[in-house]
Nanobody, 120 residues
Framework: QVQLAESGGGLVQPGGSLRLSCPAS????????MAWYRQAPGKERELVAG???????NYPGSLKDRFTISRDSAKNTVYLQMNNLKPEDTAVYFC??????????????WGQGTQVTVSS
């Protein structure tokens, strides 16, 4: 089984940066496609960045120039570097296993996520 413990969120001003971390236990991250998701109030959860087992990245929205997903296999951790944050980025951010694209259902239970709030 997998335990997900997202961290790194917080309150940041527009234009600021955050790095989210997703250390996991129970599975080796390098063996799975991984993705970061976010869910804003009143909206459905959406995939914002994915990475495949061979390192191919996917940014289905317009976030490629601001967000970067990466994986450190030695530390069994997936990261999301978020730069030039905007108020519309405000959401709870989650990571999960099994998907790197939007048309896919993750295979692990959701963790609690980490709150990102972008506000002046």
């Amino acid at each position: 089984q997998v335990q997900l413990a997202e961290s790194g969120g917080g309150l940041v001003q527009p234009g600021g940066s955050l790095r989210l971390s997703c250390p996991a236990s129970g599975r080796l991250l390098r063996a799975y496609d991984m993705a970061w998701y976010r869910q804003a109030p009143g909206k459905e959860r959406e995939l914002v960045a994915g990475i495949t087992t061979v390192g191919r990245t996917n940014y289905p929205g317009s976030l490629k120039d601001r967000f970067t997903i990466s994986r450190d296999s030695a530390k069994n951790t997936v990261y999301l570097q978020m730069n030039n944050l905007k108020p519309e980025d405000t959401a709870v951010y989650f990571c999960n296993y099994g998907c790197a694209i939007s048309k896919c259902r993750p295979i692990s239970p959701w963790g609690q996520g980490t709150q990102v709030t972008v506000s002046s």
